[in-house]
């Protein structure tokens, strides 16, 4: 199994570009989710899904949109990047009742010039 | 205000010696505390997990220490390596077990093991 895997690792955008993160899990799990980690802070929630065609704002969805069309994928979009959404992204995902088996992936680092 | 508060912020420690991370909560209810462990450039990888009802919880040489009571954990490394380096990250997990999607996270401590 590859787990969670994100693309691309890195990846620089100009203000006001639009970009797509992708995150694919191959583990069947319901719960996917997508956090960003910026230096002296915690991991902040963007956006989740609980399954296939549901998703739900987390702490911080402004200027984020995502889709969840299969239980295999979660994308995450970038309308109009912003220097502000400079930071390393993490997508996880977890079983039914999330709790165990918590998974994340590698990262995805953006930066917005 | 963050929810979980973790310290030191970062800390050095010679190679084989031991040290204690703490983390203090005010999460409320929880379903369940982990320790995560993040090598530079890495996701998080998960190292414990304890249920409100647990007070400890070991993997290897790292042992986890839960006071629901106080809401405080720990996390003590035993005889450190150098593959020790990494983040360690707190993470409560929200809301009641079978419906805690959401996770907390600290900001984590650094820490840096040298020879």
């Known amino acids: 199994n590859a787990g969670v895997t994100q693309t691309p690792k890195f990846q620089v955008l100009k203000t006001g570009q639009s970009m797509t993160l992708q995150c694919a899990q191959d583990m069947n799990h319901e719960y996917m989710s997508w956090y960003r980690q910026d230096p002296g802070m915690g991991l902040r929630l963007i956006h989740y899904?609980?399954?296939?065609?549901?998703?739900d704002q987390g702490e911080v969805p402004n200027g984020y949109n995502v889709s969840r069309s299969t239980t295999e994928d979660f994308p995450l979009r970038l309308l109009s990047a912003a220097p502000s959404q400079t930071s390393v992204y993490f997508c996880?995902?977890?079983?039914?009742?999330?709790?165990?088996?918590?998974?994340f992936g590698s990262g995805t680092r953006l930066t917005v010039v | 205000k963050n929810q979980v508060e973790q310290s030191p912020q970062s800390l050095i420690i010679l190679e084989g010696k031991n040290c204690t991370l703490q983390c203090n909560y005010t999460v409320s209810p929880f379903s369940n505390l982990r320790w995560y462990k993040q090598d530079t450039g890495r996701g998080p990888v998960s190292l414990t997990i304890m249920t409100f009802s647990e007070n400890t919880k070991s993997n290897g040489r790292y042992t986890a220490t839960l006071d629901a009571d106080t809401k405080q954990s720990s996390l003590h490394i035993t005889a450190s390596q150098l593959s020790d380096s990494a983040s360690y990250i707190c993470?409560?997990?929200?809301?009641?077990?079978?419906?805690?999607?959401?996770?907390?996270f600290g900001a984590g401590t650094t820490v840096t093991v040298r020879a």
């Open positions: 993470v409560v997990s929200l809301g009641r077990p079978g419906n805690d999607y959401k996770l907390s």
């Open positions: 899904s609980v399954g296939a065609g549901i998703t």
């Open positions: 996880a995902s977890s079983p039914p009742g999330g709790g165990y088996g918590y998974t």
